[in-house]
């Protein structure tokens, strides 16, 4: 990946801000429905994401206790001993067969105003979705939660997580003095990387959050309306 020298950075969330998905739980369910995970692992996620289950509950308190994602750590087990080439293949098909129909047409096209060597996408989600992701939309830099490896194959544990650390993972990655010239993201844990930035682009789903990015005086409010959020319907 091109460490993008001294140019001025254009940051750019994935999930929830270019594709209407949560990439991670979605790639994991779309791996177990066509079969690449064991169908055993598809009554484990139901378990762990109903709200029904009691074990949902208690996962859901130790997060606000502990400030954790608990659930993408537990998520990320059903990955344990895949290969890392085949886990790659199954995200570019995830990319093909699902994420294409979600794409979200305002952000995906404000991004086209903007040199691809400038761009960067950081996202909390797994880094194999995200390389495909990187790829398929023209974009060689990208930072994502990293995953544990052993002889090529997933331990099931995660190496480093990014969320809410992505201006220090940019730092790490570009250098500290980094320039952030732009960042688009839906996600609350980029208010330090969008006061940081020299202009920003909130990507809202309503009301709530409007209210939320209009105090900062940088950034520009682009609204997602229902008509507008898919390119390929």
Known sequence: MDRLGKRKVVV???????FDSNTTYDFIKYCIRTGRLSPINRHIYNILLSRKSPLYW???????????????????????????????????????DYLTK???SPT?????????????????????????????IGFANFLATELEVENNVYTGNIQHELSG????????????????DVV?????????????????YAVCYNEKQEKFWSQLPQVSILKIAPETLYIDK
Not at 170 to 179: E, F, P, Q, T
């Open 165 to 180: 650390r992505k201006l220090e993972a940019l730092r790490i990655y570009a250098g500290a003095g980094v320039d952030v």
């Open 102 to 104: 979600r794409a979200i």
């Open 58 to 96: 208690l996962i859901a308190i130790n997060e606000k206790v502990f400030k954790k994602d608990l659930f993408k750590v537990l998520v990320v087990k059903f990955l344990k001993g895949c290969k890392v080439d085949a886990v790659q293949k199954w995200s570019d098909d995830f990319f093909n």
């Open 184 to 200: 688009i993201s839906d996600n609350y844990t980029d208010l330090e990387l969008m006061k940081y930035s020299r202009e920003s």
């Open 108 to 136: 995906l096209l404000l991004l086209k105003n903007f040199n691809s060597a400038d761009v960067i996408l950081i996202s909390s989600t797994l880094r194999p979705i995200a390389a495909s992701i990187a790829k398929n």
């Open 12 to 18: 750019a969330d994935i999930c929830n801000t270019l």
